[in-house]
C-alpha cells in the first residue's frame, strides 16, 4: 500500500452481514478508513438482507466523514429494494466529487454536495420538480425506469427545467411495468441546453409490452425545450422508419445519428431485416433532397455528417 501512495484509488465495497464481524472491521480500520483521503471512486453495493426501509451503515463509516476530499466519483446500489441511508451526512462534504450513480436509492435522503454534481445516472428512482434547483449545474443525466411521484400527464404541474443539461439518455431498465411509463421522463423535463439524446433498452426483448414507441411525447419534449440536437442514439426500441423520421425531422442541427438493433425486433427473416433497412436509408435519401417544405414539411438535418444504421441479428448469420 505504501508504494502507491501518491495513487488514487478505486474501490468496490459491498457491505450485507459480513460488516459486523471483527475481520472486516480490522481491514476497515489498517487498509480502507486510513487511505480515505486517496479514494477517487467509490462504488458501494449494500445487501438490504434485513427486510428494512432504512439500511444504518455500520459506525465505521463515521470514520471517513470529512476525509473524502479525493473522491470524483460516487456508485450506490440497494439490492433487492429502495432504501434510505443512514447516515445521510457520510458524502456531504466531498470537495472533488462530481460524479455520482444511485441505484435503488432514495435520492432526497441523501445529503450531497448537489451544486458539484456535473454528471447523474439514477436507476430505478424518482425524481421531484425541485430537481433542478437541487442539481443547478448538472449536465449529463442517464435515467433508467424513473418512477414519477405525480401524474406526468397533469397540466397543472410545474415541469422541470434545466438549461445546464447538455446529454440525456434514457433507458428501459426490467423493472418497468408499462411500456408507457418509459417516456416518463420526456413528461418531465424541459431542457433547452441539451445537445445529446439517446433513447436505449437496457436488456434485449426483456419488455414484451414495449411494442409501440411513443414519438409524440418526445416530440412534444424537443418542441418544448427548443433544444439544438447534435447528437442522436435509438438502440433496440420498437420505433418505425416513419416515426424516427419524424423525430429526426425536429432536430435540424443534428450531425450525428446512430440506430442500432431497432428494427430486428419487430421482424422474423433475414430478407426482411435487408429490405427494411434499405427501406430506411431510401427514405432518408429522398428527404436529404431539394424538396419545398410546403409539399414535404418534414426535411433531413442539412448537418448530417455521421449516419449509422447496426442491425445485430442471429438471423443474418447465413
Known amino acids: 500500500m505504501d508504494r502507491s501512495k501518491p495513487t488514487l484509488l478505486s474501490l468496490t465495497l459491498y457491505i450485507?452481514?459480513?460488516?459486523?464481524?471483527?475481520?472486516?472491521?480490522?481491514?476497515?480500520?489498517?487498509?480502507?478508513?486510513s487511505n480515505s483521503n486517496r479514494w477517487r471512486s467509490l462504488h458501494l453495493g449494500i445487501f438490504n438482507d434485513r427486510d428494512s426501509d432504512t439500511i444504518e451503515l455500520h459506525p465505521l463509516f463515521q470514520a471517513i466523514t470529512g476525509r473524502l476530499e479525493s473522491l470524483q466519483h460516487l456508485?450506490?446500489?440497494?439490492?433487492?429494494?429502495?432504501?434510505?441511508?443512514?447516515?445521510?451526512?457520510?458524502?456531504?462534504v466531498c470537495p472533488s466529487l462530481n460524479s455520482i450513480a444511485l441505484e435503488c436509492?432514495?435520492?432526497?435522503?441523501?445529503?450531497?454536495?448537489?451544486?458539484?454534481?456535473?454528471?447523474?445516472?439514477?436507476?430505478?428512482?424518482?425524481?421531484?420538480?425541485?430537481?433542478?434547483?437541487?442539481?443547478?449545474?448538472?449536465?449529463?443525466?442517464?435515467?433508467?425506469?424513473?418512477?414519477?411521484?405525480?401524474?406526468?400527464?397533469?397540466?397543472?404541474?410545474?415541469?422541470?427545467?434545466?438549461s445546464k443539461v447538455r446529454s440525456l439518455t434514457v433507458t428501459a431498465g426490467r423493472s418497468c411495468e408499462e411500456a408507457d411509463e418509459i417516456f416518463n421522463p420526456?413528461?418531465?423535463?424541459?431542457?433547452?441546453?441539451?445537445?445529446?439524446?439517446?433513447?436505449?433498452?437496457?436488456a434485449s426483448d426483456f419488455?414484451?409490452?414495449?411494442?409501440?414507441?411513443?414519438?409524440?411525447?418526445?416530440?412534444?419534449?424537443?418542441?418544448?425545450?427548443?433544444?439544438s440536437i447534435t447528437h442522436f442514439l435509438l438502440k433496440s426500441t420498437p420505433?418505425?422508419?416513419?416515426?424516427?423520421?419524424?423525430?429526426?425531422?425536429?432536430?435540424?442541427?443534428?450531425?450525428?445519428?446512430?440506430?442500432?438493433?431497432?428494427?430486428?425486433?419487430?421482424?422474423?427473416?433475414?430478407r426482411e431485416i435487408v429490405d427494411t433497412a434499405k427501406a430506411f436509408t431510401?427514405?432518408?435519401?429522398?428527404?436529404?433532397?431539394?424538396?419545398p417544405p410546403v409539399i414535404n414539411p418534414i426535411s433531413f438535418p442539412a448537418h448530417m455528417v455521421n449516419a449509422t444504421l447496426t442491425v445485430i441479428s442471429e438471423k443474418l448469420g447465413g
Open 105 to 162: 436509492v432514495d435520492l432526497d435522503t441523501l445529503a450531497l454536495p448537489h451544486s458539484q454534481i456535473r454528471s447523474l445516472t439514477i436507476r430505478y428512482g424518482a425524481i421531484d420538480d425541485d430537481f433542478a434547483t437541487l442539481f443547478p449545474n448538472v449536465e449529463h443525466i442517464v435515467l433508467e425506469d424513473l418512477y414519477c411521484p405525480y401524474d406526468p400527464s397533469d397540466p397543472e404541474r410545474q415541469i422541470c427545467c434545466s
Open 75 to 92: 456508485s450506490i446500489t440497494a439490492i433487492p429494494v429502495e432504501v434510505e441511508l443512514e447516515p445521510r451526512d457520510l458524502f456531504s
Open 282 to 291: 431510401n427514405r432518408v435519401a429522398e428527404l436529404s433532397e431539394a424538396i
Open 186 to 202: 420526456f413528461r418531465t423535463f424541459t431542457l433547452p441546453g441539451l445537445s445529446s439524446l439517446g433513447i436505449t433498452d437496457s
Open 239 to 270: 420505433i418505425t422508419d416513419g416515426q424516427a423520421i419524424k423525430v429526426i425531422g425536429l432536430m435540424p442541427t443534428l450531425q450525428s445519428l446512430h440506430i442500432e438493433n431497432t428494427i430486428a425486433k419487430r421482424i422474423d427473416t433475414a
Open 207 to 227: 419488455l414484451e409490452d414495449w411494442k409501440t414507441f411513443d414519438e409524440k411525447t418526445v416530440e412534444h419534449f424537443l418542441i418544448r425545450s427548443r433544444c
Open 16 to 33: 450485507g452481514d459480513e460488516r459486523e464481524s471483527p475481520e472486516i472491521q480490522d481491514i476497515w480500520n489498517t487498509v480502507l478508513a
